[in-house]
């Protein structure tokens, strides 16, 4: 029997492959997964619980599905992890935006914990949040009556949430923001900030192509984990990074962007 290579250096490439399987064909099989990925159960098993918290499936007896067409849920799910210090994440950068300002806000549970304290302040305050996540659009259109909403243009990803392509780039063409705000999945000192999927990396390049001030909010357990993505941009190309803790001072030391801790 063939020895199984070490699952860290191969989790990123595991993972693509499984989210790949899933969204052709919907529930795959942990067994089936394991022989055609030539690792063990145990490590499917691994790969399925790290994805399900990212929202990218939902685990089932003995497999997994795809999650539901309507992306909020996703976002629930992702979500539950690290909720206090996303929530302290995004209270200290809400501190960023004036009244009366239009700020362009990316996907992800961070940004929509950032839209929602946003919507606490009264409605006086003028506040305009452009996005691309169907998130907070949807539950905003309910719960978040103080702000006004608008979307981007672009292809809706009903698995992932969030709004891409070339009519997302074509509706912002024009338009230059004073803040924009989006979140990352992974930062690696040396390469930069990373997100999960080739289409949510365009996305976040073409918003930083149009703010003056680019914010990243991220926490702490996205640093140096191990596991690999897309680059959607390198330690010197931000000016803000919010999280929770910075450690070792990883964040800090690699880019010249100035790192806010929020739950020293």
Known sequence: MAQERPA???AAERRRRIVEMLQSSSPILISDMARELGVSTVTVRGDFDALAARGLLRRVH?????????AFISTNERSRGHVREKRAIASEAAGLVSDHETILVGSGSTTFELVRALASRPESSDITVVTNDWAILDRGSKEFGNLRLAGTGGTLSREHGFFYGHLLASSLSDILFDKVFIGADGYDPGFGFLTDLAAVSEAKKVFLAHARTKVVLMDSSKICDGRSYTRFAKPGDVDMVFIDRDPGGAIAESTPA?????CV
């Open 62 to 70: 003995g497999g997994a599905v795809i999650v539901s067409d309507y």
């Open 258 to 262: 100035r790192v806010v801790e929020c």
């Open 8 to 10: 860290k250096m191969l």
